[in-house]
């Protein structure tokens, strides 16, 4: 079955640690975004890639990277510099950034310690 | 981009009563529209989507939303719920020439027996 992957299902981080969430898509998705989702709250978009070697900040980058060396793999690490770290982080993909649809993991629960 | 207001944060309901979502954007400009639902520490999943076409749209589970272009607004409604429809449904809105999708904060529903 196509589908996007996210592991770990949970990350625990400690203080002044950097963490990578990875995502993983097997839909041939060209388009590939992450989102953080905080309770009370819709999803803000963190980082967008529409192709490979290429991504670009979305609405709330501070404290996150992300690379896109592959098409099915797009990695976010969260750095030390992200101070409230704490979120469900969900990865999603489309077949371009002007396809409308986008599909969704199953989403990373960071914790931290 | 777009601002999507979600009027409900919590929706009780009892099983086999009909629901109904409301959802208001910001802008009156060309739309896509999307509802998707997520159950606990899960993805988000799509239920339905406006693109163009008939005002009226038929998704997943049951459900069904309308776009009001004069209203700005996306209502989700279901005739019938039951338990397995208690989840977390989100409105989301893209502007036809941007990629970016705006989320609202989220209605929580809970179908009791």
């Known amino acids: 079955d196509g589908g996007i992957t996210q592991s770990p299902k949970y990350l625990f981080r400690k203080e002044g640690q950097n963490v990578t969430l990875s995502c993983e898509q097997n839909?041939?998705?060209?388009?590939m975004y992450w989102y953080r989702q905080d309770p009370g709250q819709g999803l803000r978009l963190i980082y967008y890639?529409?192709?490979?070697?290429?991504?670009q900040k979305g609405d709330i980058a501070e404290g996150y990277s992300v690379s896109r060396e592959k098409k099915e793999s797009f990695p976010l690490t969260v750095t030390s510099a992200q101070k409230n770290p704490t979120a469900f982080y969900l990865c999603a993909s489309s077949k371009g950034l002007d396809q409308e649809t986008q599909y969704f993991g199953p989403g990373t629960r960071l914790l931290v310690l | 981009a777009q601002s999507v207001t979600q009027l409900d944060s919590q929706v009780p309901v009892f099983e086999e009563a009909p629901v109904e979502l409301r959802c208001n954007y910001s802008s009156s400009v060309s739309v896509y529209l999307f509802w998707y639902v997520q159950y606990p520490n899960q993805g988000l999943q799509l239920l339905l989507k406006y693109l163009s076409g008939s005002t009226l749209v038929k998704g997943i589970n049951g459900f069904e939303a309308e776009f009001n272009k004069s209203q700005t607004s996306f209502h989700l409604r279901k005739p019938s719920v039951h338990i397995s429809d208690t989840a977390e449904y989100f409105c989301?809105?893209?502007?036809?020439?941007?990629?970016?999708?705006?989320f609202g904060a989220g209605t929580t529903v809970t179908v009791r027996a």
């Open positions: 989301a809105v893209s502007d036809k020439d941007d990629y970016k999708l705006s």
């Open positions: 839909l041939n998705h060209d388009a």
């Open positions: 890639s529409q192709i490979v070697n290429d991504f």
